[in-house]
C-alpha cells in the first residue's frame, strides 16, 4: 500500500522535475510605441534581463540607450523605437526569439546579445534572413572568425582578443607554470586558449586546465585542488556571479597571498563592489579599463553617472558604442534603415573615438582596438599598461 | 593528490552536504507527509540569501539578521500554504506542479523588483571571518566550519523531534494515513500548515546561512532546487534518513566529481540518481 504510494510518488515527483526542465520561462515582451511622424528606426534587442546576465544585459541597454539618447532620440533623423526581448541566455530558445524580432516584429537591427551560446543561434537565423545584427557583447571567436558575414556586427571583443595579451604579460612577470580554470563553455574555453597561445609561444606551461562545469559556483573543491598544484600563477576567466564568487574564495582559502591571480578583465569588471578586499591586485586584460582619462571617457562617465544609477562598466560602453556604431552609419545612409545595401557598408566604414579608445572595424567587422593591463587598486581597474595597442582579431576561418 | 587535500576535499563535500540536506529536508517532509510537490523550494533559499543580505545592510548585524529573517520566511510560507495549497491536497500532482512553478515566477519577479538584477554579497560576520590554516597553503574559512556545524545541530534537532517527540509521533502518523489521524481528533491542516512553513524555513535558513559564501543573483535558487529533488528521489521519498545520506552523498560527488572526473562534472548527480533508481525504485530509504 505505502510501497505503491511511494512509488507513485517518485514517479510523479520524476514527472514534476522533467516539467520543470522542460517548463519554460516565458520571455517578456515590453513593446514601446512612441508616436513619432516619421516610421521609427525599429531596434530589437535581445539580451538577457533575468538570470546570471540580467546586470550585463542591464548595462548593454542603458549605454546603447544613452547613446541615442545624446543624438536627440533619433537615429538619421526618424525616431526610434525599441523591442525588447529577454534572450534569458537561453542558447536553445535564442533561433525562436531571433526569428520573431525579424520576421515577426520585422525590426531594423538585432542588438545582442550577451552569451555566445545564444549568439551561435542568432547567427544560424543572420545567415538566413540576411538580418542586421549587432553584437554588443557575445566573445565567441566563430562570430567574427568561420562564421563571418556581411551582416553581422561585434562592437565588444574577441575572447581570444582581451586574453592573447595577457600570455606575454604573465611570461614576462616571471610565471613559468601556470593553472588556467574556467567554466566549461565555449567563451571561457576560447578565452584560456588565447592566454595559452601566448603564454605557450612565449615559452610558459600550462600545468592544468580546470574546466568547472557552467554556471557551477561551488568552487571549494576545485581551490583545493590548485593548491595541491601550487603553481607560479593562476589564470582565469569567469564573469558575472560567478566571478564574484571565484575571487572571493579565492582570497578566502588563502590562495591569495601565495598564487598571484590573473584573469581576463571580465573577472573584476562590474564585480569589484561586491568582491571587495579580495580583489586588490588581481591583474587583468581587457579593452577598457577605469583612469584610461580621455576626454571622450571622462564626457562619457559622467552622462552614465547622471542618467543611471547603476555604477558604469565596460558592458556599458559596448552598448554605447553599438548605439554610436548606429547613429554614425545611420547618418551616413540618411536614415534610411531598410536598405541593407547601404546600410552595411555604412556600418562597416564606422570609426569610433570611443572611451575606451580609438576603434575601427576589421574585414570580419569585428573591432580593431587597444587592450589594457589593468590592476585592482582601491576598488577600480585601474590601467597600468597597453598590453597591446590597436589589436586585430586574426580573424580565423572568416572568408567574407 | 596526496592524504591532506583528499581530507580537506572530505571536509568541502561534507560542508556542502550539510547544507544541501537543510533544504532537502524541508522538501522531503513536505513531499513525503503532505503529498505536495514544491517547486518553489529553491526560491525560498534565494528569498532567504536576499532577506539575510537586505536586513545585514538595514541593521548592520549578520546575526540580528538571521534573527529576523527566519520569522519572515516561516510567516511567508505558511501565508502561502493558507493562501495557494489548501486547496491542492487532495487533488493530482500536476496541479501542484503548475502552482508551484507559478510560486517560482512570481517569487523570482518579486525578487528583481525588489532587490534588483545586480549581483549581491554579504560579507561574512566579522566574529568568523578567520581561518584555519591547514595546510602550508591553504586556509579553511571558519565560517564554513560554523555553517557545518549549525547544519549538523539542526539535522539533529529534526531528528529527535520526528523519532522522539509527541509530535513527531503525529506528522508521522499524518503521513501515512491522514483520515485516520484526524478520526483521532488530531487537527492535520494546522499540522500541515505547521510543516509546510518550517520546511520552506529550513530552504530560507539555508540561503540566509550561504549569503556570506555564495553571490545572490536572480534565479539563484533553480539549480539548488534541482540538486535537492535529485537528493530527495535518491533518499527515498519522506524519509529524513534518506535525505541526510543523500545530501552527503551528493556533497561528496558534488566536490570529488568534477576534481576527478572533469568530463562528468555536469552529470554525475544524475547518474548516481539513476544508479539508485535502478536498484532501488522506490530510493534508498523509502
Redesign the interface.
Known amino acids: 500500500m505505502k510501497r505503491a504510494r511511494i512509488r507513485k510518488h517518485t514517479r510523479h515527483l520524476l514527472t514534476g522535475l522533467g516539467l520543470f526542465f522542460l517548463a519554460s520561462f516565458q520571455p517578456l515582451l515590453a513593446q514601446q510605441n512612441e508616436a513619432g511622424q516619421a516610421t521609427p528606426v525599429k531596434l530589437g534587442l535581445m539580451l538577457p534581463y533575468s538570470g546570471t546576465y540580467a546586470p550585463l544585459g542591464e548595462s548593454i541597454t542603458n549605454g546603447l540607450k544613452l547613446a541615442i539618447k545624446q543624438n536627440g532620440d533619433q537615429l538619421g533623423g526618424r525616431p526610434v523605437e525599441y523591442v525588447v526581448l529577454d534572450s534569458e541566455a537561453d542558447a536553445s530558445k535564442a533561433p525562436q526569439n531571433m526569428s520573431r524580432l525579424v520576421k515577426g516584429d520585422k525590426v531594423d537591427v538585432v542588438i545582442g546579445p550577451v552569451h555566445s551560446g545564444v549568439a551561435m543561434g542568432m547567427l544560424k537565423v543572420a545567415k538566413q534572413t540576411g538580418a542586421i545584427m549587432i553584437i554588443p557583447n557575445a566573445g565567441l571567436g566563430a562570430a567574427t572568425g568561420q562564421l563571418c558575414m556581411p551582416n553581422v556586427f561585434r562592437t565588444s571583443f574577441s575572447m581570444w582578443q582581451d586574453s592573447y595579451p595577457m600570455g606575454k604579460v604573465a611570461y614576462d612577470r616571471g610565471h613559468r607554470k601556470v593553472v588556467t580554470i574556467t567554466w566549461n563553455y565555449a567563451g571561457g574555453k576560447e578565452d584560456i586558449a588565447g592566454f595559452e597561445e601566448s603564454f605557450s609561444k612565449a615559452g610558459g606551461e600550462v600545468v592544468k586546465q580546470i574546466l568547472v562545469p557552467f554556471p557551477e559556483t561551488q568552487f571549494q573543491p576545485y581551490l583545493t585542488d590548485i593548491a595541491s598544484i601550487k603553481p607560479d600563477a593562476v589564470y582565469t576567466f569567469f564573469a558575472g556571479a560567478g566571478a564574484v564568487r571565484f575571487v572571493r574564495d579565492y582570497a578566502k582559502v588563502g590562495l591569495k597571498d601565495s598564487v598571484p591571480l590573473l584573469g581576463s578583465g571580465f573577472l573584476t569588471d562590474g564585480n569589484l563592489d561586491a568582491q571587495g578586499e579580495a580583489a586588490e591586485g588581481i591583474l587583468t586584460t581587457l579593452h577598457y579599463a577605469d583612469g584610461l582619462d580621455s576626454d571622450v571617457d571622462r564626457a562619457f562617465r559622467g552622462a552614465y553617472g547622471k542618467a543611471y544609477e547603476r555604477k558604469l562598466d565596460t558592458y556599458a560602453v559596448q552598448g554605447y558604442d553599438a548605439g554610436m556604431m548606429l547613429v554614425q552609419a545611420l547618418d551616413q545612409t540618411g536614415g534610411n534603415s531598410t536598405d541593407r545595401d547601404a546600410l552595411i557598408p555604412a556600418l562597416a566604414s564606422v570609426k569610433l573615438n570611443s572611451p575606451r579608445g580609438p576603434v575601427t572595424f576589421s574585414k570580419a567587422h569585428h573591432p580593431i582596438q587597444n587592450i589594457y593591463l589593468r590592476q585592482v587598486k582601491d576598488g577600480r581597474n585601474q590601467v597600468i599598461d597597453v598590453a597591446s595597442r590597436a589589436l586585430e582579431d586574426p580573424a580565423r576561418g572568416c572568408r567574407m | 593528490?596526496?592524504p591532506?587535500?583528499i581530507a580537506?576535499?572530505l571536509l568541502?563535500?561534507l560542508?556542502?552536504g550539510l547544507l544541501l540536506f537543510l533544504i532537502a529536508s524541508g522538501l522531503t517532509l513536505i513531499?513525503?507527509i503532505m503529498?505536495i510537490?514544491n517547486?518553489a523550494h529553491g526560491a525560498m533559499y534565494m528569498i532567504g540569501a536576499y532577506l539575510a543580505y537586505d536586513l545585514t545592510l538595514r541593521t548592520g548585524s549578520f546575526w540580528l539578521a538571521l534573527l529576523l529573517a527566519v520569522p519572515i520566511a516561516v510567516v511567508l510560507g505558511l501565508v502561502i500554504e493558507r493562501l495557494f495549497l489548501g486547496t491542492l491536497y487532495r487533488r493530482d500532482?500536476?496541479y501542484?506542479?503548475l502552482l508551484t512553478?507559478g510560486l517560482i515566477?512570481v517569487l523570482?519577479e518579486a525578487q528583481?523588483i525588489i532587490w534588483g538584477?545586480?549581483?549581491?554579497?554579504v560579507?561574512v560576520p566579522a566574529s568568523l571571518s578567520g581561518?584555519i590554516?591547514l595546510?602550508g597553503?591553504?586556509?579553511?574559512?571558519v565560517y564554513?566550519l560554523f555553517v557545518a556545524a549549525i547544519c549538523l545541530l539542526v539535522a539533529g534537532g529534526i531528528y529527535w523531534i520526528i523519532r522522539h517527540t509527541r509530535l513527531g509521533i503525529v506528522i508521522r502518523a499524518g503521513a501515512?494515513n491522514r483520515d485516520m489521524v484526524e478520526g483521532l481528533g488530531i487537527d492535520v491542516r494546522t499540522l500541515f500548515t505547521l510543516i509546510f512553513s518550517v520546511g520552506v524555513g529550513l530552504a530560507a535558513f539555508a540561503g540566509m546561512l550561504s549569503a556570506p559564501m555564495?553571490?545572490?543573483?536572480?534565479?539563484?535558487g533553480d539549480?539548488i532546487?534541482?540538486t535537492c529533488?535529485v537528493i530527495?528521489?535518491i533518499g527515498?521519498?519522506?524519509s529524513i534518513k534518506g535525505a541526510f545520506l543523500g545530501s552527503l552523498l551528493i556533497g561528496q560527488a558534488?566536490?570529488?566529481g568534477?576534481?576527478l572526473l572533469?568530463a562528468l562534472?555536469?552529470v554525475i548527480i544524475y547518474l548516481i540518481m539513476a544508479a539508485v533508481?535502478i536498484i532501488k525504485?522506490?530510493?534508498l530509504f523509502?
Open positions: 593528490m596526496d591532506v587535500f580537506i576535499q568541502n563535500g560542508q556542502y513531499f513525503g503529498g510537490i517547486l500532482h500536476l501542484q506542479v512553478f515566477l523570482n528583481r538584477s545586480d549581483v549581491q554579497s560579507p581561518n590554516a595546510t597553503n591553504l586556509q579553511y574559512p564554513r501515512v555564495t553571490s545572490l543573483y536572480p534565479g539563484m539549480n532546487l534541482i529533488f530527495v528521489v527515498g521519498i519522506g558534488a566536490t570529488f568534477p576534481v572533469p562534472a555536469s533508481l525504485p522506490r530510493g523509502a
